[in-house]
């Protein structure tokens, strides 16, 4: 990010919590499923062919699971998210979008 470029602007206060929907639990729990079963086969080819079978099942993004399986954890605030998934490479920009997109399209719901 360049210092003249503002940061993502979030749709919601840094305490929101989110919790999964039963839309959600029910994605989560299948992505669960199919990354276990991948782990059958040997190497990254099986692992990225289930993420994206899943996603093409569910019209998501393949690292929306990611996103899914760390709310499932728990009600997660997004500063939490973003932490939490920093190791997988993910950045603020990436969070914010994911969080959005699986709250539009009701996987996830702010927590009340």
Do not use: H
Request: hydrophobic share 40%; net charge neutral; with cysteine.
């Amino acid at each position: 990010m360049a210092f003249d470029e503002r940061p993502a602007k979030l749709r919601w206060p840094r305490s929101q919590k989110f919790v999964l929907s039963q839309r959600g639990t029910e994605a989560e729990s299948q992505y669960r499923e199919l990354i276990i079963a991948s782990r059958e086969a040997s190497g990254r080819a099986s692992f990225d062919q289930a993420r994206a079978t899943w996603a093409g099942t569910y019209q998501l993004e393949a690292d929306d699971g990611l996103y899914l399986a760390e709310v499932k954890a728990g009600a997660a605030t997004m500063p939490k998210l973003i932490a939490a998934l920093e190791t997988c490479g993910k950045t603020r920009p990436d969070a914010i979008k994911a969080i959005e997109r699986l709250v539009d399209a009701g996987y996830i719901a702010p927590a009340t």
